[in-house]
């Protein structure tokens, strides 16, 4: 559906995107995972012709975006960051200019508008003014916006930045649902959120592609390097004897230990040498010492750890 | 084109923008009428009009300083431009709902005449002559203002450099008679003039070749010209000063001459300019 070939992308000097490839199945739901600033909009912005590549090319359906763009485009319903809303117009007005704009026979139009208000459940509020929506209604509004004219391929950027739960929940039900008949490319900068809705998830980091596998596969992969190996304890006792009886541990890794929250307990983070299971050394440890184990867990990744993981991975490989 | 047309004027009307636009035209031009007709008695509509034509200075950048202002501030550019329509469609469409917006308001203005012809004699297609000229004008300052909202970044910056756009055209008549006229100063303007297409067609095509040869042909045309035609430089920048001055040709116009020339200059100047603003949003994409 997508062939991205060597694409690249700079402003002025600094480079966004840095000599990428891709390419999308249909039917596929992609999600482009990376922090902020790691060129995930700015990859969207040339899938959908909204930004010419500095160099590269992408095809949409074997159809060039920069050579032949009206047809290109016909194949895309695009969510930006920010949906793109007229505010002095209502929601029909706007949806109405919107399967105008794009061209969609009248014969269609206001079956498929009500389909798409059904879908996003904007019904409500058709008859109200776009500047006086809320947040998550113009989120839905932006959603759509993408969907007018039923394109095989939706592009949505965050499209549930700035939702409360409940709202997020329902959005990812509904990409779920058009997956099963759209190839989708979404983006986040939040993990769990693509984990939960797509096959495939792309990590971009400063402008490359680090890594592009299945959900599974990427945190087995994570979760290998560190699950069971690094724990993350809170324990009643002072701190140098918490370090005094974890040192004793054979298959030690690293650790560090400090002050907890509150007064008289102690916090400790140990991996591992072989990446091994080690809690129940931790246990047998600090029970030959008298100091009771308030918690212990797997040290939560977070998705700034995951990338350092990840690029440091690619570099030695 | 069409759904944007559709959707600009609507907006026109939703907002305040157009009513202010109908609003502030009918009451300058009213008192005008009023005072300038009405109270002493005169009967020179055509006097009327031109003197009329100093309120596009006012109300052309109200008209045009949010068109693409506001939608690079919303983001809804992002609609406009990943949407399956051209660029042109795109321009005209914003450019015409504006001339719609303003041929609406002329509209009213006929009025004025109609009354007048009740009390006296109107030499009615001079009348009309005048009008098909101030619109011509109006449609090319529109354009102007059009091109300007699309590499400003703001509202009021927008608005401010509209009014003074305008404002040159109309003092470039005055200025041009202190301009240099002798046959180098011609020269070094020419090369002047050469180098801004010159330098918009390399940063376009980022090719040296191309722009170079260009460059060597339009070189040699100055060279053959400043030795065998070498008067045609003489007063070359109050000339190429006179082409931008807009409100002059409208004056063959108010003494009821439809000049064929005066039509295509107006009409080229708009055209131009409508050209020069997809240049600039197709630039946009790439930079």
């Known amino acids: ?317 | 084109m069409l759904a944007i047309f559709k959707k600009e004027l609507k907006t026109y009307f939703l907002t305040l923008t157009g009513w202010i636009f109908l609003a502030v035209f009918l009451l300058v031009s009213g008192i005008l009428f009023s005072t300038q007709l009405v109270f002493p008695g005169n009967s020179q509509y055509t006097m009327f009009l031109t003197g009329l034509l100093f309120i596009y200075v006012f109300v052309i950048p109200l008209l045009t300083m949010r068109i693409f202002t506001d939608e690079k501030r919303f983001g809804t550019d992002q609609l406009l431009l990943t949407g399956p329509s051209n660029l042109w469609g795109i321009v005209l469409g914003k450019f015409l709902a504006a001339l719609a917006v303003f041929l609406i308001t002329i509209a009213v203005t006929f009025i004025y005449p109609v009354l007048l012809s009740f009390h006296g004699k109107l030499d009615w297609p001079m009348i009309i002559g005048s009008y098909f000229g101030f619109i011509l004008l109006g449609a090319a300052f529109i354009a102007i203002g059009v091109f300007i909202s699309q590499v400003s970044e703001g509202v009021v910056s927008a608005a401010v450099l509209t009014l003074c756009a305008i404002v040159i055209t109309f003092i470039i008549d005055f200025m041009q008679q202190y301009m240099p006229t002798t046959e180098l100063s011609g020269l070094v303007w020419a090369v002047i003039l050469i180098a801004i297409p010159l330098s918009w067609l390399y940063t376009s095509g980022k090719n040296w070749a191309v722009t170079a040869a260009v460059a060597l042909v339009l070189a040699a045309v100055l060279l053959f010209t400043w030795f065998f035609g070498r008067s045609l430089f003489i007063g070359l920048i109050g000339k190429s000063m006179g082409w931008l001055s807009l409100s002059r040709r409208f004056g063959s116009f108010s003494i009821g001459i439809l000049s064929l020339d005066a039509i295509l200059y107006y009409l080229s100047f708009s055209g131009f300019f409508l050209f020069l603003t997809v240049q600039s949003l197709e630039k946009r994409r790439w930079s």
């Open chain 1, 1 to 317: 559906m997508i062939r991205a070939v060597n694409l690249s992308r700079h402003f002025g000097r600094i480079e966004a995107v840095k000599n990428i490839d891709f390419h999308i199945r249909k039917g596929e739901i992609i999600g482009f995972l990376g922090p902020n600033g790691a060129g995930k909009s700015t990859t969207m912005n040339m899938i959908t012709g909204y930004l010419a590549p500095s160099a590269g090319r992408i095809s949409i359906d074997g159809i060039d975006i920069v050579d032949s763009p009206e047809d290109a485009k016909k194949l895309i319903g695009y969510m930006p960051e920010h949906p793109p809303l007229y505010l002095d117009l209502t929601v029909d007005e706007y949806l109405n200019f919107v399967t105008e704009f794009k061209k969609v026979p009248k014969s269609r139009r206001k079956a498929g508008l009500e389909t798409i208000r059904d879908l996003v459940k904007i019904d409500d509020v058709r008859k109200r003014l776009i500047k006086n929506l809320s947040k998550g209604y113009r989120q839905r509004v932006g959603l759509a916006q993408a969907l007018v004219g039923n394109p095989p391929l939706l592009i949505l950027d965050e499209p549930t930045v700035g939702l409360d739960p409940k709202q997020i929940i329902e959005i990812r039900e509904l990409i779920r649902d058009l997956g099963k008949e759209h190839t989708v490319v979404l983006s986040s900068h939040i993990l769990p959120e693509i984990q939960a809705t797509c096959h495939r998830i792309l990590i971009i980091d400063k402008g490359r592609i680090v890594a592009s596998d299945s959900p599974e596969n990427l945190s087995g992969r994570l979760s290998g390097a560190f699950g069971a190996a690094r724990q993350k304890l809170l324990i009643k006792g002072d701190a140098y004897a918490v370090r005094a009886a974890l040192e004793k541990i054979p298959a030690l890794g690293s650790l560090s230990a400090g002050k907890g929250p509150e007064d008289g307990l102690s916090e400790a983070v140990i991996t591992a040498a072989d990446e091994g299971d080690i809690r129940e050394d931790v246990f047998r440890a600090l029970a030959a010492a008298d100091l009771p184990i308030l918690q212990m867990g797997p040290m939560d990744l977070s998705l700034e750890e995951i990338f350092l993981n990840l690029t440091t991975d690619e570099e030695e490989a």
